[in-house]
Nanobody
């Protein structure tokens, strides 16, 4: 059974940095596409970033240049380093995994939440002074 557990959320001041980590278990994830989503109160879940099994990474325009996704296949982890945080980055952040048996997404499938088969429980990030 696949399980994803996020950690690292918390309160940070605007302009600050925070790192999130997601530990995956119950499968082999090196062939999988891994991603991060976020959801703010009253808003739909929003795609943030993803990384494919061959090194391709994609970012939402709202976080490009500030957030960095990285993966460690040996540890089955995917991290999200968030810099220059803004109040609008406040949200619950979720890691998500495409079924390792599925190929790397193409086109708009990268950002479509239905592409991702497994989800973590989420971790709260609050950016406030």
């Amino acid at each position: 059974q696949v399980q994803l557990v996020e950690s690292g959320g918390g309160l940070v001041q605007p302009g600050g940095s925070l790192g999130l980590s997601c530990a995956a278990s119950g499968g082999v994830f090196s062939p999988a596409t891994l991603g991060w989503y976020r959801q703010s109160p009253g808003k739909e879940r929003e795609w943030v970033t993803s990384t494919g099994p061959y090194g391709r990474t994609m970012y939402a325009d709202s976080v490009k240049g500030r957030f960095t996704i990285s993966r460690d296949n040996a540890k089955n982890t995917v991290d999200l380093q968030m810099n220059m945080l803004k109040p609008e980055d406040t949200a619950v952040y979720y890691c998500a995994v495409v079924d390792p048996g599925h190929p790397e997404p193409r086109g708009s499938a990268w950002t479509n939440s239905e592409t991702y088969s497994y989800w973590g429980q989420g971790t709260q990030v609050t950016v406030s002074s």
